[in-house]
């Protein structure tokens, strides 16, 4: 099965304008950063979030205003230790999807998933976390290993 070529930055960044006219979209030779208000209900509050992209990696997704919380004694679910959220599984993206497709929808329904934990104290969204063990190897080295591969350079096909 042929992967579909990547779409370049300024494809991305126009796809993103075209939708969130408001939104702050800064687009350079090598990066697209993309910055908007996401208010993933009618009873929820608005999340300044930002998007950046690099080709050949996956979009990586922070929530810049409000700071998110923790409930007390646990760590927010889905979040990597860089902040950014866990919103995909390696496959499940790739260069030739649109992020305005893609990455903005799962990031509000990240936000609303979240909102819900903050609540109630789990997490409804699903998804696999932290991820999945392999053998023989200890929770911090593959979370580790799964955010280094989350971040790795793919080679496009």
Request: glycine share 4%; with cysteine; hydrophobic share 40%.
């Given at each position: 099965?042929?992967?579909?070529?990547?779409?370049?930055?300024?494809?991305?960044?126009?796809?993103?304008?075209?939708?969130?006219?408001?939104?702050?979209?800064?687009?350079?030779?090598?990066?697209?950063?993309?910055?908007?208000?996401?208010?993933?209900?009618?009873?929820?509050?608005d999340y300044t979030v930002?998007?950046?992209?690099?080709?050949?990696?996956?979009?990586?997704?922070?929530?810049?205003?409000?700071?998110?919380?923790?409930?007390?004694?646990?760590?927010?679910?889905?979040?990597?230790?860089?902040?950014?959220?866990?919103?995909?599984?390696?496959?499940?993206?790739?260069?030739?999807?649109?992020?305005?497709?893609?990455?903005?929808?799962?990031?509000?329904?990240?936000?609303?998933?979240?909102?819900?934990?903050?609540?109630?104290?789990?997490?409804?969204?699903g998804g696999e976390w932290?991820?999945?063990?392999?053998?023989?190897?200890?929770?911090?080295?593959?979370?580790?290993?799964?955010?280094?591969?989350?971040?790795s350079r793919r080679r496009?096909?």
């Amino acid at each position: 099965m042929r992967r579909p070529p990547g779409r370049s930055l300024a494809q991305q960044a126009f796809a993103l304008r075209a939708s969130f006219p408001a939104a702050h979209v800064q687009l350079s030779s090598h990066q697209l950063v993309w910055r908007a208000a996401i208010t993933p209900t009618a009873l929820s509050r608005d999340y300044t979030v930002s998007i950046a992209y690099r080709l050949a990696r996956f979009p990586e997704v922070r929530v810049v205003a409000p700071a998110l919380e923790c409930r007390p004694g646990e760590s927010i679910p889905h979040l990597f230790s860089d902040e950014s959220l866990c919103l995909h599984l390696d496959e499940e993206w790739s260069a030739g999807m649109l992020i305005v497709h893609t990455t903005v929808p799962w990031t509000s329904e990240w936000l609303f998933n979240y909102e819900i934990w903050l609540a109630t104290g789990t997490w409804h969204g699903g998804g696999e976390w932290p991820p999945t063990r392999q053998a023989n190897s200890t929770p911090a080295s593959n979370m580790a290993r799964s955010e280094r591969r989350r971040t790795s350079r793919r080679r496009p096909r």
